[in-house]
Each structure stands twice: as structure tokens, then as C-alpha cells.
């Protein structure tokens, strides 16, 4: 078994008149992977986060980050993590490269170390043309890869990513998904990235634990969850001419009947060994045409909804568009 990066039993986090935010989880990071926390907002992701960066005392239980525990060895957890919370902590009088440069030195790196780094993540983020520009003049995209790049000034072991890519456009969300996946498999860097986009965990996370009202529903590989609440469905579009009952009739066949839009016919199939060819014959052998058939594999949107009851707010949404940098005055 892999050194564990997180580790976390029993934790909780109940506030003075308040919810439980955090309902007694266990937690278990492998040293260098990608671990997708999954919910949706109020789930607990970002109060589990501010437990594990010593942000916030937990009401009981017990955490260790990169091998120290969170309580008693607050200042070791901090100097082995790095952390780009929702929130970027940004002067907009400041350069991209003056941040970096400052944050070099509140980690305590040499003089002659702090220039080069800081360039070399300005350009590894890709801010090398905006490095002397003031940071109120950055897009969206640009203050979180800018966020990124400090929280790895230090080279740390394990990194908190707390929703990194909430109101991004696509194209920001690609490249910093790309940074992710080179700072696991080429630095070892332990990732625990928060999200309640399910098709940012389902790229990115080699497991994921799903998280609803404070406790943990479902935790595994992408491909385990996805195996683990069914089959593939296989949905039908009558047809002109064809009455979507007849359709419905024939799937009715293969297995239980499911929701579906503009007068499709959808099921979720019972036996693993059905396969489009065996619907095809069954409608061709009834004389029921339609105008498309499609087999879907399960999603994490379904995971999600068959361990919580409900769907994600972020499934298939669309992240908000990125102003464009505003023009400063010279």
C-alpha cells in the first residue's frame, strides 16, 4: 500500500448553533495521486479543506497531512502544503511576479532562489507576457493560475485545490487541468482537489470520495463508482411515423424503463451482456423503426444521484464566462 498523504479518522466539525459540517468522515490520500472530494455547496468540501490546512480545529476526531498531525504539528502540515482556497488572496496593486516574489520570501527562500522560481512558474502557468502587469488588471483565469503558482512556490508535497475552476471559461479550465495532471505525474505532488463539477473529477481524479450533508456516500476510482450502481441504458428515438409506445414496448424487454427527453425511449439495461445488436433485432423483428439508438455508459452523474437521491448543481453546467482584463491607466 502507498504512503498515505491524508489521512483523517472520524472527523468532525460541528459549529455553535449550527449544522454538523463535517459528519464523523474518514479519509484516505495516497502519496501522489489526484483524490476528487465531490458535492455539491454546503456538502463540507471546503470546511474538511480548512481542517486539513489547520485553517480550522475540528471538533473531534484526527487528521495527518504529509505525515503531521493537524492539531499538534500545525507549522510542519503548513510547510509540507500549498493551497489555492476559492478566494485568491491577490493585491491588485501588485505584479504577478511581485507576488511570487513575496510569497518566496514568507516561505523562506534564499534571495537567489526567489527570482528564478518565481519565473520559472510564471511560465509554467503561462503568465510570462503578464508578469509585470498589476494583478486588477488579470482575468479570472489568469488570478487562479497566478494563485496556483504561489501555492507552489515552496515545492510542496501535497496541494489543496478548493474548487480552482468555479466560474472559469473552458479554455482556462483545460490549461489548469493540464497543470494538475503534470504536477501528480511528473513532481509526485499529492492533489486534493474539491470540485462539484463532475466531469472535472471524472478527468482528472485517480479516486474520488463523494460527499453529502457533512458525511462521505461513496468513495472509489472513477470507473469502481461508476460500475457499482448499474448497467448501460439504451435510449430510442421513434421513428416518424412510429408511436414512441411501440418503441417503449420492445426496450421494455431489456429492462426497467427510464425518464427520458423528446420522445425518446430509454432503459437501463439488466444484463451486462446486452449489447445494441441484440435491441436492433429485437425492433427489426417487431418492425419498429427508429431514427437513432445510442447505449450510454453510466456517468458520475448518475453515481452521484444514486447515492445522495439528487443531482449536482454543477453537472454539465457551463462555467461562466471571463471578463476581459480591464484596461489600466498609464
Same mark, same amino acid.
Given at each position: 500500500?502507498?504512503?498515505?498523504?491524508?489521512?483523517?479518522? @472520524?472527523?468532525?466539525?460541528?459549529?455553535?448553533?449550527? #449544522? $454538523?459540517?463535517? @459528519?464523523?468522515?474518514?479519509?484516505?490520500?495516497?502519496?501522489? +495521486?489526484?483524490?476528487?472530494?465531490?458535492?455539491?455547496?454546503?456538502?463540507?468540501?471546503?470546511?474538511?479543506?480548512?481542517?486539513? %490546512?489547520?485553517?480550522?480545529?475540528?471538533?473531534?476526531?484526527?487528521?495527518?497531512?504529509?505525515?503531521? @498531525?493537524?492539531?499538534?504539528?500545525? #507549522?510542519?502540515?503548513?510547510?509540507?502544503?500549498?493551497?489555492?482556497?476559492?478566494?485568491?488572496?491577490?493585491?491588485?496593486?501588485?505584479?504577478?511576479?511581485?507576488?511570487? $516574489?513575496?510569497?518566496?520570501?514568507?516561505?523562506?527562500?534564499?534571495?537567489?532562489?526567489?527570482?528564478?522560481?518565481?519565473?520559472?512558474?510564471?511560465? $509554467?502557468?503561462?503568465?510570462?507576457?503578464?508578469?509585470?502587469?498589476?494583478?486588477?488588471? =488579470?482575468?479570472?483565469?489568469?488570478?487562479?493560475?497566478?494563485?496556483?503558482?504561489?501555492?507552489?512556490?515552496?515545492?510542496?508535497?501535497?496541494?489543496?485545490?478548493? +474548487?480552482?475552476?468555479?466560474?472559469?471559461?473552458?479554455?482556462?479550465?483545460?490549461?489548469?487541468?493540464?497543470?494538475?495532471?503534470?504536477?501528480?505525474? $511528473?513532481?509526485? /505532488?499529492?492533489?486534493?482537489?474539491?470540485?462539484? =463539477?463532475?466531469?472535472?473529477?471524472?478527468?482528472?481524479?485517480?479516486?474520488?470520495?463523494?460527499? @453529502?450533508?457533512?458525511?462521505?456516500?461513496?468513495?472509489?476510482? #472513477?470507473? &469502481?463508482?461508476?460500475?457499482?450502481?448499474?448497467?448501460? %441504458?439504451?435510449?430510442?428515438?421513434?421513428?416518424?411515423?412510429?408511436?414512441?409506445?411501440?418503441?417503449?414496448? /420492445?426496450?421494455?424487454?431489456?429492462?426497467?424503463?427510464?425518464?427520458?427527453?423528446?420522445?425518446?425511449?430509454?432503459?437501463?439495461? +439488466?444484463? &451486462?451482456?446486452?449489447?445494441?445488436?441484440? /435491441?436492433?433485432? &429485437?425492433?427489426?423483428?417487431?418492425?419498429?423503426?427508429?431514427?437513432?439508438?445510442?447505449?450510454?455508459? #453510466? %456517468?458520475?452523474?448518475?453515481?452521484?444521484?444514486?447515492?445522495?437521491?439528487?443531482?449536482?448543481?454543477?453537472?454539465?453546467?457551463?462555467?461562466?464566462?471571463?471578463?476581459?482584463?480591464?484596461?489600466?491607466?498609464?
Amino acid at each position: 500500500m502507498s504512503q498515505l498523504a491524508i489521512e483523517a479518522r @472520524d472527523l468532525v466539525m460541528q459549529y455553535k448553533k449550527g #449544522p $454538523r459540517a463535517v @459528519d464523523s468522515i474518514d479519509l484516505e490520500v495516497n502519496a501522489g +495521486e489526484i483524490y476528487g472530494f465531490l458535492g455539491p455547496n454546503g456538502a463540507g468540501k471546503s470546511t474538511t479543506v480548512h481542517i486539513l %490546512t489547520t485553517l480550522l480545529p475540528p471538533t473531534s476526531g484526527t487528521a495527518r497531512v504529509a505525515g503531521h @498531525d493537524v492539531i499538534s504539528e500545525g #507549522p510542519l502540515v503548513r510547510a509540507a502544503i500549498g493551497a489555492a482556497l476559492q478566494e485568491a488572496a491577490l493585491d491588485p496593486l501588485l505584479t504577478g511576479r511581485e507576488h511570487l $516574489r513575496l510569497q518566496a520570501a514568507l516561505q523562506a527562500l534564499s534571495r537567489a532562489v526567489r527570482k528564478p522560481r518565481a519565473d520559472e512558474l510564471l511560465a $509554467r502557468v503561462g503568465l510570462e507576457d503578464a508578469a509585470d502587469r498589476k494583478v486588477g488588471g =488579470y482575468s479570472g483565469g489568469m488570478k487562479r493560475r497566478l494563485d496556483l503558482a504561489m501555492a507552489l512556490i515552496h515545492r510542496p508535497r501535497v496541494l489543496f485545490l478548493d +474548487e480552482p475552476t468555479t466560474g472559469l471559461d473552458v479554455q482556462s479550465r483545460t490549461a489548469l487541468w493540464d497543470e494538475v495532471e503534470r504536477l501528480a505525474k $511528473r513532481d509526485g /505532488v499529492t492533489v486534493f482537489l474539491t470540485t462539484q =463539477y463532475l466531469e472535472e473529477a471524472d478527468a482528472l481524479a485517480d479516486r474520488i470520495g463523494i460527499i @453529502d450533508h457533512g458525511a462521505i456516500v461513496a468513495a472509489g476510482t #472513477p470507473a &469502481a463508482l461508476k460500475a457499482e450502481i448499474g448497467l448501460c %441504458t439504451v435510449e430510442a428515438v421513434p421513428a416518424e411515423g412510429t408511436s414512441a409506445e411501440r418503441v417503449s414496448t /420492445v426496450l421494455a424487454r431489456f429492462g426497467p424503463a427510464l425518464d427520458s427527453d423528446h420522445g425518446a425511449a430509454a432503459v437501463r439495461l +439488466e444484463s &451486462a451482456h446486452t449489447g445494441l445488436a441484440d /435491441v436492433v433485432r &429485437a425492433l427489426d423483428a417487431e418492425g419498429v423503426e427508429v431514427e437513432n439508438l445510442a447505449i450510454h455508459e #453510466p %456517468t458520475l452523474d448518475d453515481v452521484f444521484l444514486a447515492k445522495t437521491g439528487h443531482k449536482l448543481e454543477g453537472a454539465g453546467a457551463e462555467a461562466t464566462e471571463e471578463r476581459e482584463p480591464e484596461i489600466e491607466a498609464t
